[in-house]
């Protein structure tokens, strides 16, 4: 039995967990099984045999409240989907962290830049740059016909390392003109986080959907946000950090154009996509004026 510690896929959508959950089925593709816990219930199991146990980088601070982790059977493998100490930069944390890493099996590194700077911070550190593997859906294709509604996707959780907020802002000054044009922006993403960000947020977010330029979808289900894909224009991606960027990669899958700013995250998808980078967030909302 292989295990993986990592947070609800139906309570918690992320792009880590959807991951997640292309990890094991290819691992039971090739005939292993798989099963799927949160920290709270995997603490309390009675596990003795596991093959097995991927770890997801959410809950990376619990590791110091169990002290007997990596006395517990089988290989032990770290999902690094994010750590806190990468943005913003935390040298003394991040070293903290990555000598936590020396004792897993492996790190599993979903990002290749995150990967290429890990091995040059701790060259002992077991890695595995392992991209996720997603196929072109096959009951749709896309043709220029299919982007009938001038939607823009926008893929976001409303944290600061998102960059939502200076997008936000940068709506806000073309509303106006993105109604006229009959722009809207379609953002899709968990509103648990209920910090001051968060809530300078909300108030443009209501704003901007007042003046009929945005609206906020939420959290939903892969299988809703795949319909989403089929009738967007575009993608929206003004993400500061990304390990991997998952919405980037299935927007690509989908020849969904990608409208986005500059970040390490966004090198391994340019061979793979149309992608078209921006100087700065008001330059985007711009030429979303244009669409």
């Keep these: ?17 959807r991951y997640n959950q292309l990890l094991m089925a290819s691992w039971e593709r ?4 798989f099963r799927q816990m949160e920290w709270s219930d995997w603490v309390k199991s009675s596990f003795t045999e596991m093959d097995c146990l991927f770890f997801d980088s959410l809950y990376f601070d619990e590791l110091a409240a169990l002290p007997d982790f990596f006395d ?9 989907h994010y750590l806190r100490s990468f943005y913003p930069r935390d040298e003394a944390l991040l070293k903290s962290q990555l000598k936590v890493l020396e004792d897993f099996d492996a790190v599993i590194c979903t990002g290749e830049a995150v990967f ?4 040059i911070l701790n060259p002992s550190l077991s ?3 392992c991209p996720p593997e997603q196929s072109r859906p096959s009951f749709w294709r896309r043709t220029e016909a299919d982007g009938g509604e001038n939607a823009v996707l926008w893929v976001c959780s409303l944290q600061a390392v998102k960059g939502v907020l200076p997008m936000l ?16 922006v379609w953002m899709v993403g968990s509103q648990r986080e209920d910090d001051a960000y968060a809530r300078r947020c909300r108030i443009l977010l209501d704003e901007l959907a007042e003046e009929g330029v945005l609206r906020h979808w939420g959290a939903l289900p892969h299988e809703d946000l795949q319909a989403l894909y089929a009738r967007a224009r575009l993608l929206l991606s003004v993400s500061l950090f990304e390990t991997f960027g998952m919405a980037v990669q299935e927007a ?3 020849s969904l154009p990608v409208w986005a700013l500059e970040a390490d995250y966004l090198h391994w998808h ?12 008001s330059h985007l909302a711009k030429a979303l004026t244009k669409l």
């Design 72 to 80: 517990r059977p089988g290989e032990k493998f770290f999902l690094l």
């Design 169 to 184: 802002q940068a709506l806000k000054s073309e509303a106006k003109a993105l109604r006229d044009r009959g722009v809207e």
């Design 270 to 281: 340019k061979s793979r996509g149309e992608v078209q980078i921006f100087p700065s967030v």
């Design 30 to 33: 090739l005939g292993g099984a």
């Design 252 to 254: 690509c899958l989908w």
């Design 1 to 17: 039995m292989n295990v993986l510690v990592g947070p609800d896929p139906t309570s918690f959508p992320s792009g880590g967990n």
């Design 127 to 129: 890695l595995r740059f």
């Design 116 to 119: 290429k700077e890990l091995a």
